[in-house]
């Protein structure tokens, strides 16, 4: 057995302090047995954001400890609805679920899952988002070290508080990124979200759902949760989709039940050949049905991310939003985004009533970035 001689030859990782996490540089001083990696490997609680896009971002933070720390366990505290999501992503060892729904304090609940997390013993946890009710669980799990940013008067509940420098960390996932870090070190090359794709699943789904991906088709997602602003209108979409039929690619139209209205309205009579599988599929089903795309035609929207994680490429189209801030995480992509004095508003409903940064990027242009693939068309 590994003794408490052996083990304090072994410096200690993190921000100056013992036992301070796994974000800093690790030099030892001699190489470490396989029994001294299991002694001495870190646990981590990372918790989660709460949104589709975000939570596939992150990977990029789990991807970045892995590289640094191989033996780390990660655990990310989350909701329900993401662990399909995480269980598609190597890095993690085991999502936990927190019972709560989007925007609720719940404040009982939080503290009855910090408490009952206190016998996993981490080392230290990473609170992506910026509200206070998302520290309050590893507060009361006993985390010793608890980084995330400075935000909602979370003084005590963090013991490692970051400032965002906005100018620096001029992306969602590179401030999910500085997490991992030491305050102040440079940003890595960024590594891409990548899901893993289910095989038997991918092929269950094509017999159950009745589809052949032969030749290859070409996905669309025309919804958003956050709201209309950010969704192509639906009348560009079906002249695209009429485009594309023309040149005999079967089209799969993808998203909640929330979307089957607008699938409808893009499929039109074409049902041999336009797959309306919104509020058909699951998430997980999702990631696996668009492995098989030869491209993706989406708003910016969490399924716009899921498609960049699956290798495939992705034609993203933005008008209220900024392709410099939440761009699809893949070399594999293609921005069609007009910069208009008004955008990004960042807003729900587009507050000019206009709507041009959407409705002036025509299905000709959308179209012509296709073809412009060559090959991957």
Aim: glycine share 8%.
């Amino acid at each position: 057995m590994c003794t408490r001689a052996d083990r304090d030859t072994i410096p200690r990782r993190g921000f100056g302090k013992p036992d301070a996490g796994i974000a800093g540089k690790v030099f030892f001083r001699k190489k470490r047995s396989q029994l001294d990696l299991m002694l001495n490997a870190q646990k981590l609680l990372v918790v989660g954001p709460s949104w589709i896009g975000d939570m596939v971002m992150a990977q990029s933070l789990f991807k970045l400890l892995k590289q640094r720390e191989p033996e780390t366990r990660i655990d990310v505290l989350a909701p329900a609805w993401s662990e399909p999501l995480l269980a598609r992503m190597p890095e993690v060892h085991r999502s936990i679920t927190i019972p709560v729904t989007h925007g609720e304090l719940a404040l009982g609940k939080r503290i009855a899952v910090g408490r009952r997390l206190r016998n996993e013993h981490y080392q230290q946890a990473i609170v992506m988002p910026r509200s206070l009710k998302s520290a309050l669980a590893p507060f009361f799990a006993g985390i010793s070290v608890r980084t995330g940013f400075k935000g909602e008067w979370r003084y005590g509940l963090l013991t490692d508080i970051r400032r965002l420098d906005k100018v620096s960390l001029d992306q969602t996932v590179k401030r999910f990124l500085s997490l991992g870090l030491e305050p102040g070190e440079p940003l890595p090359p960024l590594p891409f979200p990548a899901l893993r794709i289910d095989e038997n699943n991918r092929a269950g789904l094509l017999r159950r759902l009745n589809l052949t991906a032969n030749p290859a088709p070409v996905a669309m997602m025309p919804g958003a949760s956050f709201g209309p602003a950010k969704c192509w209108p639906l009348e560009h979409y079906a002249e695209l989709a009429r485009r594309v039929r023309a040149e005999g690619r079967p089209i799969w139209i993808l998203g909640g039940k929330q979307d089957q209205a607008a699938g409808k309205l893009i499929q039109a009579k074409d049902l041999s050949g336009i797959h309306n599988l919104c509020g058909l599929t699951r998430l997980e089903d999702t990631v696996d049905l668009l492995s098989l795309a030869a491209v993706t035609v989406t708003n910016d929207s969490g399924l716009m991310h899921v498609a960049a994680a699956t290798a495939k490429h992705v034609v993203a189209i933005f008008g209220s939003t900024s392709p410099k801030f939440t761009p699809p995480l893949t070399e594999r992509r293609t921005v069609q985004y007009l910069g208009l004095d008004c955008s990004p508003c960042f807003e729900r409903v587009c507050p000019l009533e206009h709507f041009r940064c959407m409705k002036d990027i025509s299905p000709t242009a959308v179209h012509a970035a296709l073809m412009r693939l060559g090959g991957e068309y």
